[in-house]
Each structure stands twice: as structure tokens, then as C-alpha cells.
């Protein structure tokens, strides 16, 4: 009995040292904020994909990469993103791109359509108005007759910067900005080097990027003449006009007529 008891004590002895000296669990490190990122140089355009990457920061300071994080998009028709956060412009717009990790980081951002390049097709005349001395003239420019188009964009996210060739060494210029729905819209800009007496003006662009590599929209040139009274307006849709080439600040070559050509001619020919 008395060796039992004793063995009992030592026992217990040993029990009360393990429990004494042991050393509390720290407990782990927690998400407090997620932040998402784009690589620089990542501006989204339409058809085009950017990995993203969600950064954790933990409740010890430090930060990781969210490896496991869930992402989505709250516009998928604007922005879609993969499971790994690939993120693919499907139309023009905003949308928030989002990963929970389950703490939630969230990163508004904008899709463009590219304007960026050079841009060849055709020009069709839509409509005619004529008034004064030129009355008549619309004879000349008969709905449905088509030019060529060559202009070249650069673009730097919603701000253009449009060159359009008018033929024979005469081009216009012009800076404009691209709406959250995608339509460029451009001011009012004078072909050059000017001819007087004649003037020729192209007014109220509008145009669209939706597909890339594609571009619709239309205009309107504008023409008068000094000391002459009246004017000539025609109206232009563009018509099968697509990206061939890298971004120009020159005037580009003509492969044949422009409209605005044809009209600088038969005015010319007219006064």
C-alpha cells in the first residue's frame, strides 16, 4: 500500500510540473482588409483580359497574396472574371470587381472600346442641305455615294486624340473624350492647310468601338465659302472600317478619294 500511495504521488507530482510550466497556443493570424490590384499598364479594354491580384492583410500586420479568395463582378454583362481573377472587358462601362477571402476587397473600375490605331473602310454620304449660292449642289452629292476613310487614333483611357486624312495632304485634328457608354464624341475642326476662300469643317462625330477592331459612327462636313452666302452640310456614316495599324500623330496616305475630297473639287469647280 505504501508503494503504491507513493507512486500515486510521484504521479501526480509530475502532472502538476507539465501543467505549470507549459506555454499557451498563440492563436492565428485573421483577415482585417482586402485590397485588389491591377498590374500598371492594365487599363481594361473591350475584348481584353487582365489578371488582377487580391492582397490580404492579416490581424498580425502582415500581408499575403489571397490565393483563395472568391472573385465576381456585380456587372458581368460590363466585366467578367474568372476564378483565379482574370478579368475580361466584355462592353463598355463601369463595374466593381470584388474577392472575399471571406473579408471582402472591392475595386471599381471602367471598360473602354480601343480607338487606339489606324483606322481604314469606307464613308457613305446619308443626307444633303444646301442653302444660298450652293443651293442645288446636293445633285452632286447623291445619298449612298461612298469615299474612302483614313484616320488614326491615340488614346490614353477615356481621352482621344483623332487625326483624319481628307486627301492630297489635307487633314484635320482633333481632341476628344470617350462617354461611360462608349461613344467618342469629337468637336468641330477644320481640314488644313486651309484653301480659301473655301472652308471645310468636320462637325458632330460620333463613333462606336464595340467589337475591337471595328468601328461605326458618322459625321457631318460642313463646307462654305468666303464671301459667299450660304452653306453645304453632308452627312457621312462610316461603313466597314476597321484597325489596320499602329497609332499615328501624321496624316496618313489615302488609297483613293475621301468625300471631303470630292467636295473640296466640285465646289472649287462650282464658284
Avoid: K
Amino acid at each position: 500500500m505504501v508503494a503504491a500511495t507513493g507512486l500515486l504521488a510521484v504521479l501526480g507530482g509530475l502532472a502538476g510540473c507539465g501543467d505549470d510550466g507549459g506555454s499557451p497556443t498563440a492563436p492565428s493570424a485573421t483577415t482585417t482588409s482586402v485590397t485588389i490590384a491591377i498590374p500598371a499598364g492594365g487599363t481594361i479594354f473591350i475584348g481584353r483580359e487582365v489578371q488582377f491580384e487580391a492582397r490580404e492583410t492579416l490581424s498580425n500586420g502582415q500581408t499575403r497574396v489571397a490565393t483563395s479568395a472568391v472573385w465576381g463582378s456585380d456587372a458581368p454583362g460590363v466585366a467578367s472574371v474568372s476564378a483565379n481573377g482574370l478579368v475580361r472587358g466584355v462592353s463598355a462601362g463601369e463595374a466593381s470587381i470584388f474577392a472575399d477571402t471571406p473579408a471582402r476587397g472591392a475595386l471599381r473600375i471602367r471598360v473602354y472600346p480601343n480607338f487606339g490605331g489606324t483606322w481604314r473602310g469606307n464613308e457613305v454620304i446619308a443626307g444633303c442641305e444646301a442653302t444660298g449660292a450652293f443651293v442645288g449642289l446636293c445633285a452632286e452629292f447623291a445619298a449612298g455615294e461612298v469615299g474612302v476613310h483614313d484616320s488614326s487614333f491615340t488614346q490614353t483611357e477615356a481621352s482621344v486624340n483623332a487625326v483624319f486624312d481628307a486627301g492630297d495632304g489635307s487633314f484635320a485634328r482633333m481632341t476628344g473624350t470617350i462617354s461611360v457608354s462608349g461613344e467618342l464624341q469629337l468637336p468641330t475642326a477644320s481640314f488644313l492647310p486651309a484653301e480659301p476662300p473655301l472652308d471645310i469643317q468636320m462637325q458632330n462625330w460620333r463613333s462606336r468601338s464595340d467589337v475591337p477592331a471595328a468601328m461605326t459612327g458618322s459625321y457631318d462636313l460642313f463646307m462654305t465659302a468666303t464671301g459667299t452666302a450660304g452653306f453645304v452640310r453632308l452627312g457621312l456614316r462610316l461603313e466597314n472600317v476597321t484597325r489596320t495599324g499602329s497609332p499615328s500623330a501624321q496624316a496618313l496616305p489615302s488609297t483613293g478619294l475621301t468625300i471631303a475630297e470630292r467636295v473640296r473639287r466640285r465646289m472649287a469647280g462650282s464658284r
